[in-house]
């Protein structure tokens, strides 16, 4: 067997350094693990414990928006969302000025839209805070978009060759430089403190590519990506000094930043884009093996339109990490709360094992992810107690399915489709034609 791995070489990773006499380097740490048993219960030995046994509910209104919050719309949301099993309200992209009036073209000045936010967002988070959540807001402090004004600041970014690193979109603010730290420091940490934000997204939604040379004033292309890492990260290490308490969240355009070092520097990880597919139970559960259910923080979007069947299927997705509710909520319908009332009550009554719980799955792989077809089990457990989540993905023909349930272990709750239905106390059938899912808890008997 060959192992190989560190930091690129200079040929194939543009990657190296001068060491000076008398000098040295550090590079970052790699870790390695050698264990028994499946990919799932080896991985967890690299990655931190988390001792929290309470899953805080967030919703973030992208889903509603699409890039074009308001503090009508926040206002609406939340008096809707206080009767409910919400903790956070995150607003998303596009609550700042923009020239084109695009999310994505026009952020990095980050000066609130007053026109769709006519007192600024203080007294939103006051709104927020007074319906019963906890208030966030939407951040992509690396990139500036084309046409802010930031964008001409050539000085404060990222050249190769002398011109500003530049993709269709956006272009990448050099943290290196004290200039831009303070910058960032007067639109969006202060902005954080004198708003009485509790959370913060932060996203990335580019890339630099290779980098450049004089970054950090290194002549490694790569070495000044390192350095621009560590910068971004020192960052939000000021963002906790300033405000005790806060909850980041790593988002870059979903799950593209699932590294040791960025989890561990935040407190939940966006798991995907994909949070309107059925494919979601499938990368949600692959991502317990890099990151703890803690902190896979999975979506579900709901809509007006969406059947019960729909509803508990992308509900109980959400099992395998931390909820993020989104969509449109204010056209639901009494029956469709009740559905998501049930999913989240049930959430929360068994946070503590889903957050401390060992994690499993079974069942053949899923070859598609864009059509799934198969079905899915996973779950997690502890000595007293076991939650199983059962999906099913469009099968041809009626499946029944063996669980592993310990002897002697019986059931004890259940939310869920009902097309997913226990036949005895160790197996279950699923119906055809239809993406299901169901959470079944079982415990030892008394």
């Known amino acids: 067997m060959a192992i190989f791995g560190g930091l690129p070489d200079a040929d194939n990773g543009q990657w190296f350094t001068d060491v000076a006499p008398g000098k040295d380097y550090t590079s970052p740490y790699a870790y390695l693990t050698v264990g028994t048993g499946d990919l799932l219960t080896v991985s967890r030995r690299l990655q931190t414990p988390i001792k929290t046994t309470e899953l805080p509910i967030i919703y973030n209104e992208w889903g509603t928006s699409w890039g074009n919050p308001s503090a009508d719309l926040v206002h609406e949301s939340v008096a809707l969302l206080q009767d409910h099993?919400?903790?956070?309200?995150?607003?998303d992209a596009g609550w700042y000025d923009s020239p084109d009036g695009n999310w994505d073209g026009g952020h990095?000045?980050?000066?609130?839209?007053?026109?769709?936010?006519?007192?600024?967002?203080?007294?939103?988070?006051?709104?927020?805070?007074?319906?019963?959540?906890?208030?966030g807001i939407w951040y992509e402090y690396e990139t500036v978009g084309r046409n802010s004004a930031k964008s001409a600041d050539t000085e404060a970014l990222i050249q190769k060759d002398?011109?500003?690193?530049?993709?269709?979109?956006?272009?990448?603010?050099d943290l290196t430089q004290p200039a831009v730290q303070t910058y960032l420091r007067e639109r969006m940490v202060q902005h954080l403190v004198t708003s009485g934000f509790d959370y913060l997204k932060v996203d990335y939604n580019d890339s630099a590519g290779i980098g450049a040379a004089g970054i950090g004033g290194v002549a490694s292309p790569a070495e000044g990506l390192q350095r621009l890492t560590d910068?971004?990260?020192?960052?939000?290490?000021?963002?906790?000094?300033?405000?005790?308490?806060?909850?980041i969240e790593n988002c870059a355009s979903g799950g593209h930043r699932l590294?040791?070092?960025w989890i561990d520097a935040t407190d939940v990880s966006s798991f995907s884009d994909a949070h309107e597919t059925h494919s979601i139970p499938i990368i949600a559960a692959n991502e317990l093996n890099v990151i703890p259910a803690a902190k896979n923080l999975i979506w579900c979007v709901v809509h007006p339109e969406d059947s019960p069947d729909e509803l508990y299927f992308h509900l109980i997705a959400t099992f395998l990490g931390r909820v993020c509710l989104?969509?449109?909520?204010?056209?639901?319908?009494?029956?469709?709360?009740?559905?998501?009332?049930?999913?989240?009550?049930?959430?929360?009554?068994?946070?503590?094992?889903?957050?401390q719980g060992a994690p499993f799955r079974e069942g053949p792989a899923v070859l598609s992810y864009h059509?799934?077809?198969?079905?899915?089990?996973s779950g997690f457990k502890q000595d007293k107690q076991m939650l199983v989540l059962i999906f099913g993905y469009n099968l041809p023909a009626r499946r029944f399915v063996n669980l592993d349930i310990p002897t002697g272990w019986r059931l004890t709750d259940a939310v869920g489709s009902t097309a997913i239905q226990r036949t005895d106390q160790g197996?279950?059938?699923?119906?055809?034609?239809?993406?299901a899912a169901r959470a079944f808890v079982f415990a030892p008997t008394a």
């Open 108 to 135: 990095g000045d980050w000066l609130v839209d007053v026109d769709r936010f006519p007192g600024g967002l203080a007294p939103v988070v006051q709104d927020i805070h007074a319906h019963g959540m906890q208030a």
């Open 326 to 355: 989104s969509g449109d909520i204010r056209q639901l319908q009494p029956s469709q709360w009740q559905i998501i009332d049930q999913c989240l009550a049930f959430y929360q009554h068994y946070a503590a094992l889903i957050a």
């Open 85 to 91: 099993h919400v903790d956070c309200y995150v607003i």
């Open 162 to 173: 002398g011109i500003p690193v530049t993709t269709i979109k956006r272009r990448f603010l």
């Open 231 to 247: 910068a971004a990260l020192a960052m939000l290490h000021e963002v906790r000094q300033a405000v005790p308490g806060i909850t």
């Open 371 to 377: 059509d799934p077809v198969g079905y899915q089990i």
């Open 427 to 435: 197996r279950v059938s699923i119906a055809p034609h239809i993406f």
């Open 259 to 261: 590294t040791l070092t």
